[in-house]
């Protein structure tokens, strides 16, 4: 029975073993024999005092003894025993007195050198544990190009700042930097002398704020702050911020000048300001600064709650300018271009209308200017193009080919893809030529970048596509633009038209067009003919063109056709020119 009880013994992962009441030990595993390093055998019928220490007898006696006879259970104890080699070893150790077996002890061991050193490895893990948190929680909220902290972190403490500023009665500003042209840098230089710039711009926005709040890079070329101090205060920090930009850096042996655009708003703004998000004032601070770019750039703008009503208004009608794309609300006007002297119609000009379902038709001049450089002048200008080809194509297979000259944006013209895209309809329409669509550019729309809308224009004017230039004469750069842009005609703006009669200088300014027209070998068309003097006068100028309520209002495409009969059995206009 008992090599049956030592076999089963040997399953226990700690020394184990079985004293009767006079300490002797009368079952022991192999656990504990090769803890003290001798065989089990030779621990049988001895007395476990025989490997303690002269401290761990006292302890037993005095204490251990008198709490199992007591509780019957006693966990924990640390004890030390001297194994055969004479080394001591420390122990902890658990014991159970069992009354039903004549008083023996069962006694459990471990090594408590092996155990202290796994407490230490663990507490070592956790230490390591709470670093690598630490890190994790850092990476999380911070920038790693500059250092700063990130848009997470700002978020957080704007909340906070929020809650703070209602309670404390107190005003801060969050002021919204974006680098003006940045991209060129990237572009012209590569990201690693970028990132360095953006390393640079870190640093004098951190010695100009000093310790007035908070600094974050919020994310590419743009860096958001929260300010403490008076508007006074903040408003002169912010600009001398600006004129530090400003100053040239020297990376390497490249020499950069960038300039930066500010938005600010304050907080609180009165009644609303409980129920004002943080990402609703940083979206106010990127709406001011985007008002300081369209002042020049390298500016400060504030906030004001007008402009705030004017966005949600203008974010309205972006949705609702879609929803009309998406629901065939859009309509293309036909108004004719022709030449008064011969009275030949030389093609017509499309002109969008809107359709809407509650407030009737729309005229372009109330929602175009609203999408100005925004993608859906891109989307509308598409639909357009679209629209204007595929009416070519109908008008084809009915044996009338009419050109059709449509406005295109700047904005849109400069866009990725353009010349693909304009190809790509002309291939979905293959009997319609190239020749037959003309592009009428406002003149201001060219203004930023000449070189590449002259580009963009010579491709168009290699695959047959002809090129006006709209509303001639009321930008302050036309004849830059007649001497660098590909164009085929001038458009005297209709202003001029309109006033020629009774103004002197509007008709002296239709005299100068016409005459830049003529040294330039370029066609000329004078938009806003409304009445036979007009018609008579400008054609005495010599300038045959023309379009406008005299000749024809726009009419949907359907009607053209019946336009086109009676302007050529019209008897005035046969007078006209005589």
Same mark, same amino acid.
């Given at each position: 029975?008992?090599?049956?009880?030592?076999?089963?013994?040997?399953?226990?992962?700690?020394?184990?073993?079985?004293?009767?009441?006079?300490?002797?030990?009368?079952?022991?595993?192999?656990?504990?024999?090769?803890?003290?390093?001798?065989?089990?055998?030779?621990?049988?019928?001895?007395?476990?005092?025989?490997? #303690?220490?002269?401290?761990?007898?006292?302890?037993?006696?005095?204490?251990?003894?008198?709490?199992?006879?007591?509780?019957?259970?006693?966990?924990?104890?640390?004890?030390?025993?001297?194994?055969?080699?004479?080394?001591? /070893?420390?122990?902890?150790?658990? $014991?159970?007195?069992?009354?039903?077996?004549?008083?023996?002890?069962?006694?459990?061991?471990?090594?408590?050198?092996?155990?202290?050193?796994?407490?230490?490895?663990?507490?070592?893990?956790?230490?390591?544990?709470?670093?690598?948190?630490?890190?994790?929680?850092?990476?999380?909220?911070?920038?790693?190009?500059?250092?700063?902290?990130?848009?997470?972190?700002?978020?957080?403490?704007?909340?906070?700042?929020?809650?703070?500023?209602?309670?404390?009665?107190?005003?801060?500003?969050? $002021?919204?930097?974006?680098?003006?042209?940045?991209?060129?840098?990237?572009?012209?230089?590569?990201?690693?002398?970028?990132?360095?710039?953006?390393?640079?711009?870190?640093?004098? /926005?951190?010695?100009?704020?000093?310790?007035?709040?908070?600094?974050?890079?919020?994310?590419?070329?743009? #860096?958001?702050?929260?300010?403490?101090?008076?508007?006074?205060?903040?408003?002169?920090?912010?600009?001398?911020?600006?004129?530090?930009?400003?100053?040239?850096?020297?990376?390497?042996?490249?020499?950069?000048?960038?300039?930066?655009?500010?938005?600010?708003?304050?907080?609180?703004?009165?009644?609303?300001?409980?129920?004002?998000?943080?990402?609703?004032?940083?979206?106010?601070?990127?709406?001011?600064?985007?008002?300081?770019?369209?002042?020049?750039?390298?500016?400060?703008?504030?906030?004001?709650?007008?402009?705030?009503?004017?966005?949600?208004?203008?974010?309205?009608?972006?949705?609702?300018?879609?929803?009309?794309?998406?629901?065939?609300?859009?309509?293309?006007?036909?108004?004719?271009?022709?030449?008064?002297?011969?009275?030949? /119609?030389?093609?017509?000009?499309?002109?969008?209308?809107?359709?809407?379902?509650?407030?009737?038709?729309?005229?372009?001049?109330?929602?175009?200017?609203?999408?100005?450089?925004?993608?859906?002048?891109?989307?509308?200008?598409?639909?357009?193009?679209?629209?204007?080809?595929?009416?070519?194509?109908?008008?084809?297979?009915?044996?009338?080919? /009419?050109?059709?000259?449509?406005?295109? $944006?700047?904005?849109?013209?400069?866009?990725?893809?353009?010349?693909?895209?304009?190809?790509?309809? #002309?291939?979905?329409?293959?009997?319609?030529?190239?020749?037959?669509?003309?592009?009428?550019?406002?003149?201001?729309?060219?203004?930023?970048?000449?070189?590449?809308?002259?580009?963009?224009?010579?491709?168009?004017?290699?695959?047959?596509?002809?090129?006006?230039?709209?509303?001639?004469?009321?930008?302050?750069?036309?004849?830059?633009?007649?001497?660098?842009?590909?164009?085929?005609?001038?458009?005297?703006?209709?202003?001029?038209?309109?006033?020629?009669?009774?103004?002197?200088?509007?008709?002296?300014?239709?005299?100068?067009?016409?005459?830049?027209?003529?040294?330039?070998?370029?066609?000329?068309?004078?938009?806003?003919?409304?009445?036979?003097?007009?018609?008579?006068?400008?054609?005495?100028?010599?300038?045959?063109?023309?379009?406008?309520?005299?000749?024809?209002?726009?009419?949907? $495409?359907?009607?053209?056709?019946?336009?086109?009969?009676?302007?050529?059995?019209?008897?005035?206009?046969?007078?006209?020119?005589?």
């Amino acid at each position: 029975m008992q090599q049956s009880a030592q076999i089963d013994l040997n399953y226990i992962p700690s020394g184990y073993i079985l004293t009767n009441k006079d300490r002797e030990i009368i079952l022991v595993n192999d656990y504990f024999a090769d803890l003290f390093g001798t065989p089990s055998a030779y621990l049988i019928h001895r007395s476990m005092f025989d490997f #303690f220490t002269p401290a761990s007898k006292i302890l037993c006696d005095s204490y251990v003894f008198p709490l199992l006879y007591h509780h019957s259970s006693h966990e924990e104890i640390r004890l030390t025993f001297i194994n055969s080699a004479g080394e001591r /070893i420390p122990v902890i150790a658990n $014991a159970n007195l069992h009354s039903d077996l004549d008083e023996c002890i069962s006694w459990s061991f471990f090594n408590a050198s092996q155990r202290d050193k796994l407490f230490q490895e663990l507490v070592e893990s956790r230490r390591l544990l709470e670093q690598q948190s630490i890190k994790l929680k850092q990476l999380a909220t911070t920038d790693s190009l500059t250092g700063l902290p990130n848009r997470t972190l700002l978020t957080s403490r704007l909340k906070q700042k929020m809650v703070q500023a209602l309670q404390e009665q107190q005003t801060f500003a969050l $002021a919204f930097l974006d680098l003006d042209n940045f991209k060129q840098i990237n572009d012209e230089f590569g990201h690693h002398i970028g990132d360095k710039v953006l390393g640079f711009i870190a640093g004098r /926005i951190l010695h100009s704020v000093n310790d007035m709040g908070l600094v974050s890079r919020f994310g590419g070329d743009e #860096f958001v702050f929260i300010l403490d101090g008076d508007k006074d205060s903040i408003t002169k920090t912010l600009t001398n911020l600006l004129s530090h930009i400003v100053q040239p850096m020297t990376i390497g042996a490249i020499q950069l000048h960038i300039s930066g655009s500010i938005g600010v708003s304050y907080y609180p703004q009165g009644l609303n300001s409980e129920h004002l998000e943080p990402d609703q004032l940083i979206r106010q601070s990127d709406q001011a600064m985007y008002g300081a770019k369209l002042k020049g750039r390298n500016a400060l703008n504030e906030f004001n709650i007008y402009e705030e009503s004017q966005e949600i208004k203008r974010n309205q009608l972006h949705d609702d300018i879609l929803t009309a794309a998406d629901h065939h609300q859009f309509e293309l006007y036909y108004q004719p271009k022709v030449n008064m002297r011969t009275h030949e /119609i030389l093609g017509v000009e499309a002109l969008i209308r809107w359709n809407h379902p509650e407030k009737g038709l729309i005229m372009p001049n109330d929602f175009l200017p609203f999408i100005s450089n925004h993608p859906l002048e891109i989307h509308i200008g598409q639909w357009v193009i679209e629209t204007a080809i595929k009416q070519m194509s109908h008008w084809i297979d009915q044996d009338h080919p /009419i050109g059709i000259s449509v406005n295109i $944006a700047g904005y849109h013209l400069q866009s990725s893809g353009f010349m693909d895209n304009l190809l790509e309809t #002309f291939r979905r329409y293959p009997n319609v030529p190239y020749n037959l669509l003309e592009l009428e550019i406002l003149e201001t729309s060219a203004i930023d970048d000449l070189h590449q809308v002259d580009s963009i224009l010579s491709e168009c004017k290699m695959i047959g596509v002809k090129i006006s230039l709209d509303d001639f004469g009321t930008g302050y750069s036309s004849l830059s633009h007649l001497k660098k842009l590909t164009v085929d005609t001038l458009k005297i703006d209709q202003t001029f038209v309109r006033n020629m009669l009774e103004d002197e200088n509007d008709l002296a300014i239709l005299t100068g067009v016409i005459g830049f027209a003529n040294a330039f070998k370029r066609n000329v068309i004078a938009e806003g003919v409304e009445t036979r003097a007009h018609m008579e006068n400008l054609i005495e100028l010599g300038c045959d063109w023309g379009q406008g309520y005299f000749i024809a209002r726009p009419m949907p $495409a359907k009607k053209l056709q019946e336009w086109m009969t009676q302007w050529r059995l019209n008897p005035i206009l046969s007078a006209v020119t005589h």
